[in-house]
């Protein structure tokens, strides 16, 4: 059974001034994104700034955000690094936390070849027990998963399930589905394909617009789950202006701003992340205006 269907937000991490976590802040956001439909929560991502978290800090909001959530929708904890053993850490301190899931990214800047990304994600599977979302995202790791590796992943590893796929090449996409076939659970790691993935076999999407439009993203997903496919084309279309914007600058320096626009205090960014240019903030707060969120 899948872990979700749906929408699941790739969930933003509040920080106070100082840049320590802000847990009023992001206990409010898991709130908002409850009761406005989000089908699960994806803590610790790149939306979450996992890169400028210290490994305590990383361990210690999973445990927040499980204990917060309490069992109400499921929560899926980035994991990832390109060390193998952090992986294994990182992921074991998850498990014992009690999430419902884990997203792991590949290596990135050294990189792996097919055959280590095999013995990489093989080495941390076997270490828990819980399931295992793949998270292929070459513009930002360099590498790249291929077809055949996630299918043979996902086929003779069991507790490896399936994938966010954010390669935006739909031919590879639709070839893994091909050589995977049921063996795969596929998420959009795309906020702007997910009614193309879903065409495809996918099962929803791991959203940066969850952030400040859960329901709309829900909406999206559910529609085309329920068969109403023009109207989730209609909605992914109607949202792309927002999506645009919220893609302006590098993820999450425009979710950080629009959250902020809600009333969510996001905080600031921790470095090498700067804030928002000022002609991106308008275009995002003039794209949310136009979307009905301002």
């Known amino acids: 059974m899948a872990i979700f269907k749906g929408a699941g937000v790739a969930i933003a991490t509040p920080f106070n001034e100082d840049l320590t976590v802000n847990y009023e802040e992001f206990g409010r956001l898991i709130e908002f994104q409850i009761e406005n439909g ?3 929560i994806i803590v610790c991502g790149t939306t979450g700034e996992s890169a400028t978290l210290s490994e305590a800090e990383h361990v210690e909001v999973i445990r927040w955000c ?3 959530v309490a069992h109400r929708i499921p929560v899926i904890a980035g994991t990832g690094s390109n060390s193998t053993e952090t992986a294994i850490m990182l992921s074991k301190e998850a498990e014992e936390a009690g999430v419902d899931g884990l997203l792991i990214v590949t290596p990135y800047y050294n990189k792996a070849t097919q ?5 990489h994600y093989t080495t941390i599977a076997n270490a828990v027990k819980v399931p295992i979302i793949l998270y292929n995202v070459p513009s930002r790791t360099g590498c790249n998963i291929l077809p055949e590796t996630v299918a043979y992943l996902c086929k003779n ?3 490896i399930v ?3 796929d954010a390669v935006g090449n739909i031919s590879q996409t639709a070839k893994m589905m091909a050589l995977a076939g049921d063996s795969i659970d596929l998420y959009s790691g795309n906020d702007d394909q997910v009614v193309p993935l ?3 076999g996918g099962l929803g999407v791991i959203s940066v617009l969850s952030n400040v439009a859960p329901r709309e993203t829900h909406e999206i997903v559910q ?3 329920d068969g109403d496919i023009a109207g989730s084309r209609k909605l992914q279309l109607r949202a792309l202006p927002l999506i645009d914007a919220l893609f302006s600058e590098v993820n999450p320096i425009p979710v950080k701003t629009a959250l902020e626009y809600i009333g969510i205090k996001a905080g600031p960014l921790r470095a090498p992340l700067t804030e928002l240019e000022p002609a991106h903030k308008e275009q995002l707060k003039k794209a949310m205006q136009d ?3 301002i």
């Not at 055959?115 to 013995?119: P, R, S």
């Open 157 to 159: 590893v069991p507790n």
């Open 223 to 225: 529609k085309f789950l």
């Open 38 to 40: 989000t089908d699960a």
């Open 162 to 164: 399936g994938v966010k």
């Open 66 to 68: 499980v204990e917060k």
């Open 198 to 200: 879903l065409s495809l």
């Open 291 to 293: 979307f009905g969120l």
């Open 115 to 119: 055959k280590g990304l095999i013995a």
